[in-house]
């Protein structure tokens, strides 16, 4: 029988904690404060009239914007109906550039959601007018930007709403439908009207930024992984960075036949694509968990190395639909690529910072485009590269994320964490362990949980970056799903969610068909005795390749590491750590038991912590271990090549 995680935006969750600012130098540096990478305007029309000093003002008529909608053309047949697909994109822009002559820049929101589920947190659809003309954008873009100088375009991945054929659920033939667009907005493809006359999109410059929430951004991180000239700039929100690391976790799936039930949701509802999404399900590798070509297709991690585009990358530290991993490894890829780079982590679940920090996130907005597509010396990139939440509503300002490169090795002992141990615990895999079972009482013994304890912390500690615990076990199986959490412990005021209000603000021009009005939100906390710093999931037979599993010798030991979720915040002085070890975990993924029992060699595993200076407490009165940020923390290469 199939099952589906649900993948809702989530208003309330119990969530993380505090932060402090560390200094630094951003990796790569700052990039110079001219921009080069854009056309000269023609000398006979000067300063544009939405430019004032270094930034675009609304000078331009939103009311009386130019609003067409096109489809551009592809090189695929994805419904096999003999006819390449088309792409539906709709476009406002400013009249007054049109009747001028000036080229201007596009901001591009790529989305399978318009027609199925709409956009934003107040579910937003596009709507036409009888002539089948865009008449109301989703979300606010277009009311603020467009006055400013901007045309907003909005596309319809290949399969759904107007678009033709069938979506491929993150795979190269929806990356393709939207490179064909940034490729007619450059002059390299062809469109035409909804009449069918052919159209140019000679009202452009041809410079492009995307920007989107969750799967929105997931398309924006996968076209600028083609490195496609015109691509500027990408905001990924709440972005997935590799569909294998959304839909399991080392080899353990959160769900089953998730791929195929997705393109159901967003895409057409005809035979042929029916069988597409039947063969999304026959190569998903869900029996297996298996990292494989399927998931190589959409693994923007691996093509890191062609981004061009510069990437304002926003994540919420409580996303468990996408969850902080994608950030964090996407983050590092970029960097390692010297990728022009700005972040900000806010406290929340699966949310746009329109919402939970909307005027700074508009004027940062503005700045980022500004610079990136308009061509103008704000010094936004000067500033500080990481902003991030560090309890509700307070934000500091980071020179670079993560605080640290290296991680910290923590010693376990038997109830113990931080001090060196001897001999083994078992631990025997118990499905019916819920959470909330797993992280209460942690000075109890309960059964199929092991815990591991610090002392009070005699100062506070930053964990900034990607947690993991590495544990050196011998099964009875020859597989086993392995759960680690990572919990601080001490009753504390931690946010909690978000909830919306009856209050609305308004962000641009408005007509009578679409105002730029929404409602804001509230950010809630409650009063808990314990927050999670991170979940972590592998199937043991995975840990040391995803592409190609080698299954336990049962009685033999074996070394598993099991990444955490990137993390960003301070454990206050006086707080307890703790390190909870279970097997399956039916919460959370799909019910994959095997009924194991492990026993685990306490001197030869550790927690690695990625910290920032302080120390770590032994829980005796020895002295406290001090953190040595020089030693890394190892792990292997996952995805090795296919042979």
Same mark, same amino acid.
């Given at each position: 029988?199939?099952?589906?995680?649900?993948?809702?935006?989530?208003?309330?969750?119990?969530?993380?904690?505090?932060? *402090?600012?560390?200094?630094?130098?951003?990796?790569?540096?700052?990039?110079?404060?001219?921009?080069?990478?854009?056309?000269?305007?023609?000398?006979?029309?000067?300063?544009?009239?939405? %430019?004032?000093?270094?930034?675009?003002?609304?000078?331009?008529?939103?009311?009386?914007?130019?609003?067409?909608? %096109?489809?551009?053309?592809?090189?695929?047949?994805?419904?096999?109906?003999?006819?390449?697909?088309?792409?539906?994109?709709?476009?406002?822009?400013?009249?007054?550039?049109?009747?001028?002559?000036?080229?201007?820049? *596009?901001?591009?929101?790529?989305?399978?959601?318009?027609?199925?589920?709409?956009?934003?947190?107040?579910?937003? !659809?596009?709507?036409?007018?009888?002539?089948?003309?865009?008449?109301?954008?989703?979300?606010?873009?277009?009311?603020?930007?467009?006055?400013?100088?901007?045309?907003?375009?909005?596309?319809?991945?290949?399969?759904?709403?107007?678009?033709?054929?069938?979506?491929?659920?993150?795979?190269?033939?929806?990356?393709?439908? =939207?490179?064909?667009?940034?490729?007619?907005?450059?002059?390299?493809?062809?469109?035409?009207?909804?009449?069918?006359?052919?159209? !140019?999109?000679?009202?452009?410059?041809?410079?492009?930024?995307?920007?989107? !929430?969750?799967?929105?951004?997931?398309?924006?991180?996968?076209?600028?992984?083609?490195?496609?000239?015109? $691509?500027?700039?990408?905001?990924?929100?709440?972005?997935?960075?590799?569909?294998?690391?959304?839909?399991?976790?080392?080899?353990?799936?959160?769900?089953?036949?998730?791929?195929?039930?997705?393109?159901?949701?967003?895409?057409?509802?005809?035979?042929?694509?029916?069988?597409?999404?039947?063969?999304? &399900?026959?190569?998903?590798?869900?029996?297996?968990? @298996?990292?494989?070509?399927?998931?190589?297709?959409? @693994?923007?991690?691996?093509?890191?190395?062609?981004?061009?585009?510069?990437?304002?990358?926003?994540?919420?530290?409580?996303?468990?639909?996408?969850?902080?991993?994608?950030? &964090?490894?996407?983050?590092?890829?970029?960097?390692?690529?010297?990728?022009?780079?700005?972040?900000?982590?806010? $406290?929340?679940? /699966?949310?746009?910072?329109?919402?939970?920090?909307?005027?700074?996130?508009?004027?940062?907005?503005?700045?980022?485009? @500004?610079?990136?597509?308009?061509?103008?010396?704000?010094?936004?990139?000067?500033?500080?590269?990481?902003?991030?939440?560090?309890?509700?509503?307070?934000?500091?300002?980071?020179?670079?994320?993560?605080?640290?490169?290296?991680?910290?090795?923590?010693?376990?002992?038997?109830?113990?964490?931080?001090?060196?141990? !001897?001999?083994?615990?078992? %631990?025997?895999?118990?499905?019916?362990?819920?959470?909330?079972?797993?992280?209460?009482?942690?000075?109890?013994?309960?059964?199929?949980?092991?815990?591991? $304890?610090?002392?009070?912390?005699?100062?506070?500690?930053?964990?900034?970056?990607?947690?993991?615990?590495?544990?050196?076990?011998?099964?009875?199986?020859?597989?086993?799903?392995?759960?680690?959490?990572?919990?601080?412990?001490?009753?504390?005021?931690?946010?909690?969610?978000?909830?919306?209000?009856?209050?609305?603000?308004?962000?641009?021009?408005?007509?009578?068909?679409? @105002?730029?009005?929404?409602?804001?939100?509230?950010?809630?906390?409650?009063?808990?005795? /314990?927050?999670?710093?991170?979940?972590?999931?592998?199937?043991?037979?995975?840990?040391?390749?995803?592409?190609?599993?080698?299954?336990?010798?049962?009685?033999?030991?074996?070394? *598993?590491?099991?990444?955490?979720?990137?993390?960003?915040? =301070?454990?206050?002085?006086?707080?307890?750590?703790?390190?909870?070890?279970?097997?399956?975990?039916?919460?959370?993924?799909?019910?994959?038991?095997?009924?194991?029992?492990?026993?685990?060699?306490?001197?030869?595993?550790?927690?690695?912590?990625?910290?920032?200076?302080?120390?770590?407490?032994?829980?005796?009165?020895?002295?406290?271990?001090?953190?040595?940020?020089?030693?890394?923390?190892?792990?292997?290469?996952?995805?090795?090549?296919?042979?």
């Amino acid at each position: 029988m199939t099952t589906v995680r649900a993948r809702a935006l989530t208003l309330a969750s119990s969530a993380a904690l505090s932060l *402090v600012a560390v200094t630094g130098t951003a990796a790569g540096g700052p990039v110079p404060e001219s921009p080069d990478f854009l056309p000269a305007p023609p000398a006979d029309l000067g300063v544009p009239p939405h %430019v004032t000093g270094t930034q675009t003002t609304p000078v331009y008529d939103y009311g009386n914007a130019i609003r067409e909608s %096109v489809f551009v053309n592809t090189k695929m047949d994805t419904d096999s109906d003999g006819t390449n697909d088309v792409v539906a994109v709709d476009i406002v822009r400013p009249r007054e550039t049109d009747q001028d002559g000036r080229k201007i820049p *596009v901001i591009m929101d790529a989305s399978p959601y318009y027609s199925c589920c709409g956009r934003g947190n107040e579910g937003e !659809k596009k709507a036409y007018d009888e002539n089948g003309v865009i008449t109301k954008m989703p979300l606010y873009y277009d009311n603020y930007f467009v006055p400013r100088g901007y045309a907003v375009v909005g596309v319809d991945i290949v399969g759904t709403s107007r678009s033709t054929g069938c979506g491929d659920v993150g795979g190269k033939n929806e990356i393709a439908s =939207v490179t064909a667009v940034i490729d007619w907005l450059n002059g390299r493809n062809t469109a035409q009207t909804l009449t069918g006359a052919p159209v !140019k999109a000679d009202w452009t410059n041809g410079a492009v930024g995307m920007i989107g !929430k969750s799967y929105d951004g997931t398309v924006a991180n996968g076209v600028a992984a083609t490195g496609i000239d015109g $691509l500027k700039t990408i905001v990924p929100i709440s972005a997935i960075s590799s569909w294998y690391d959304y839909t399991r976790s080392g080899g353990v799936p959160y769900s089953e036949d998730y791929m195929p039930w997705l393109g159901n949701y967003v895409g057409h509802d005809s035979p042929a694509c029916e069988s597409v999404r039947a063969d999304l &399900g026959d190569n998903d590798a869900d029996e297996t968990g @298996d990292y494989t070509s399927f998931w190589a297709e959409r @693994d923007h991690l691996k093509d890191a190395s062609k981004v061009k585009a510069s990437v304002f990358l926003v994540h919420g530290l409580s996303d468990y639909n996408v969850q902080p991993n994608h950030f &964090g490894q996407w983050w590092t890829a970029l960097a390692k690529n010297k990728v022009p780079r700005k972040l900000w982590l806010g $406290l929340e679940e /699966h949310v746009d910072p329109f919402e939970f920090r909307r005027e700074a996130w508009v004027n940062e907005l503005h700045k980022w485009f @500004d610079y990136w597509l308009q061509g103008l010396p704000n010094g936004v990139m000067r500033e500080p590269m990481a902003t991030v939440e560090t309890e509700p509503d307070v934000w500091r300002n980071y020179a670079n994320w993560p605080a640290v490169k290296k991680s910290l090795p923590v010693p376990m002992a038997v109830g113990k964490l931080g001090t060196p141990g !001897k001999g083994t615990v078992e %631990v025997t895999d118990e499905p019916s362990l819920g959470e909330d079972d797993i992280v209460a009482d942690p000075s109890e013994v309960i059964a199929g949980r092991q815990m591991f $304890l610090s002392a009070p912390l005699p100062r506070d500690i930053r964990v900034s970056g990607t947690p993991s615990v590495s544990l050196r076990i011998k099964s009875d199986k020859t597989t086993t799903p392995v759960t680690a959490r990572l919990i601080e412990y001490g009753e504390a005021k931690r946010y909690s969610g978000i909830r919306r209000t009856g209050t609305s603000s308004c962000w641009g021009g408005s007509t009578s068909y679409d @105002d730029p009005c929404y409602f804001e939100v509230e950010k809630l906390t409650a009063t808990t005795d /314990h927050g999670i710093v991170g979940r972590g999931w592998i199937d043991a037979a995975h840990s040391s390749s995803l592409t190609k599993p080698t299954p336990l010798t049962p009685g033999k030991w074996t070394t *598993v590491t099991v990444p955490l979720r990137a993390q960003d915040l =301070v454990i206050p002085k006086g707080r307890v750590l703790g390190l909870a070890v279970t097997l399956s975990d039916n919460e959370w993924t799909t019910p994959n038991n095997t009924g194991a029992s492990i026993e685990i060699d306490v001197a030869k595993s550790r927690l690695d912590l990625p910290l920032t200076v302080g120390t770590v407490p032994a829980p005796t009165k020895i002295e406290p271990i001090n953190v040595d940020i020089t030693t890394p923390t190892e792990r292997p290469n996952l995805r090795a090549p296919f042979n």
